[in-house]
């Protein structure tokens, strides 16, 4: 198995963007997945010409995650839809820029059984499909991720599996682990169905309840089975530890130790990023 152990910028939500990378670089991070939520990220456009270039400058490599509150790409308010996917268009532009290897898609939420699932989970696979294209000449892989739980997910586990099945190899999975839980998913058997196509998986943990995002083995997730099943089943993925805004950045020093053992990783067996 040849992976990548990432770290989610989450636990240092809403500080310093430049800040955050070095700090994280500090305790040991190799590749970041930044966050783009919070006034940090204000007025993108302007942004991204200045700080593309530093970023790039840092020995680290990029996953990019795209503003993932109040953005729904299957809202039944067609002003939400468009502006959630104004977000994500530029989210990729920027990925490009800093040569990222995935952007992480959320494909929507339906909030209330009176709204038509059907309809946003084709609303979830055109937009998907405008965004491969968006991406595909930037050379920058989708990441599609499960998301909602107590009935706000667009798909059942076996939905979430064949959702891909007609788009190309721009657009790929990532499976987030707390999520599964809470929907009760075989987490194992979704890591077998998609290993070919899986890109990244967020890894955290929860107690069945709420998605706490806590560090592995705070909660009531069986990790033993899915480390086994990710050791057997995933050729090349990023493992990217997504703990909660303000958990103890030695939880990630921790975390990350814990994935190399677990996974057998030596050093000859991480990926390289060319960043």
């Given at each position: ?115 038509n ?28 991720e ?71 083995g705070?909660?009531?997730i ?20 997504e ?33």
């Open positions: 198995m040849k992976s990548e152990i990432c770290y989610s910028d989450l636990p240092l939500l809403m500080r310093n963007i430049e800040g955050n990378v070095d700090v994280l670089i500090e305790n040991g991070a190799e590749k970041i997945e930044l966050l783009m939520d919070g006034e940090r990220w204000n007025d993108m456009e302007l942004l991204f010409a200045s700080l593309a270039p530093k970023l790039k400058e840092k020995a680290v490599g990029y996953t990019v995650h795209p503003p993932a509150w109040d953005t729904n790409l299957t809202s039944e308010n067609k002003a939400i839809r468009s502006a959630s996917f104004s977000e994500y268009k530029k989210a990729i532009e920027f990925a490009g820029l800093i040569q990222a290897s995935h952007v992480v898609i959320h494909p929507g939420f339906c909030f209330s059984p009176v709204f699932r059907e309809l946003a989970k084709q609303r979830a696979f055109e937009a998907i499909g405008e965004l491969c294209e968006v991406a595909r000449p930037l050379q920058v892989k989708l990441a599609v499960n998301v909602g739980y107590n009935g706000e997910s667009l798909f059942t586990q076996e939905e979430f599996i064949s959702f891909l099945d007609s788009l190309d190899d721009t657009a790929g999975y990532l499976l987030d682990v707390g999520h599964a839980h809470l929907n009760d998913w075989d987490i194992p058997a979704v890591i077998k169905a998609i290993g070919d196509r899986l890109l990244a998986v967020h890894l955290h943990d929860n107690k069945g309840n709420a998605d706490d995002h806590l560090p592995i705070e909660g009531t069986e990790w033993e089975p899915i480390f086994e099943t990710l050791r057997e089943y995933t050729k090349e993925c990023q493992l990217i530890l703990y909660a805004p303000g958990t103890s950045l030695d939880a990630l020093r921790e975390g990350k130790e814990l994935l190399k053992k677990e996974l057998q990783l030596k050093k000859a067996d991480l990926l390289v990023d060319p960043y």
